[in-house]
C-alpha cells in the first residue's frame, strides 16, 4: 500500500506506516535509500529465529558521486558495518532507523513508537535507541545493505550540526533528558574548555569564518583526511551553541532551514 499523507512529521509518518502495516514483519527504510541484493530475504532469515526483544539494523553505505567522494568515503566509514558488529549488540549511538527491521507484535501499539515531540533532524534515532534499550530491547546486525543517495556537499551537510547545536541539542535534553546526557554532542554541550571558547566577544562570527576556511580547504584539495570532516562537524556545532542566545525563540528559523532534510 501507498499512504497519502498531508501531515509532513517524520516520527508521525513512520508511526502511521507501522500501524497501518499487515504483515508479520516491519522494516523501515528512507525515501533516498534503495535496497541491496537480497536485502528482504536476509531479512526473513532473520525474523524467522528472531525474538520479540531483538531489532535489526542493516548496513548503510553512499551512493558514490565523485565531486564529494571524500565526504562520502568518511561517511561511508562512520555508519554501522555487519563486519564490525557481527556477533556483538550495536551500541545505541550507532543505530540508525533509516535500515531497521522487527517483529511487529514487539509492540502492541506504534503510535509512539517514534517520539513525535521531534519535529525536525536531532537525535530522533538516538533517542528512539536509547527508550527501546532501557525496557530491554538489544539491537543486532541483519546482512541487509541499502545504498543511500545523499547528494549533499560538504558544506551544506554542516548545516544539520550548526542546527543540532542552536536548537536540536537543546530539544533533546527537553524531550528526554537522560538520553541526552549520554549523547557526545550534550557532553561537547557542557564541556569547560568549550564553554570557556564560546564566551569569547564574537565568537560567532569567528567560528563562521573557521568554518569557511575549512570548506574551501575541503573544496580544494582531493585528499581523504577524516579529522578535517570531524573538525568542520565540531566546529559548526558549536557555532550554533555559540547562536543559541540568540535564535532560541526563532523557531520558525530552525524549521525553515532543516525542512530540506525531508522534504
Known sequence: KHLIMKKNHQAYKRNFGAKKAKGKFIIFLDDDC?????FLNN?????????KKTIYCGDVKYKYKKSIKNLIKFRDQTTIKSSIYKNINIPI???????????????????NFFNLKFN???FEDFELAYRLNKKGFKFQMVNSKIYHKDFRNFRVFLEKFFYLGCFGINEFVKINSYAANESIFY???KNYLVKLILNIPFIFYMLDIVQKMIVLFESKIDVFLPKLYKFGMLI??????SRFEYEKNNLSTYKK????WYE
Not at 531479512?43 to 525474538?51: G, I, M
Not at 549511538?93 to 503510535?111: A, E, H, P, Q, R
Not at 532551514?257 to 530540506?260: A, E, H, S
Open 43 to 51: 531479512y526473513y532469515k532473520k525474523f524467522l529465529h528472531n525474538k
Open 187 to 189: 557532553k561537547i554541550s
Open 93 to 111: 549511538k550507532n543505530i540508525v532507523t533509516m535500515n531497521m527491521g522487527l517483529k511487529k507484535d514487539s509492540f502492541k501499539d506504534y503510535k
Open 236 to 241: 559548526s556545532f558549536m557555532k550554533g551553541l
Open 120 to 122: 525536525y533532524y536531532g
Open 34 to 38: 534503495f535496497p541491496a541484493k537480497n
Open 257 to 260: 532551514n532543516l525542512k530540506k
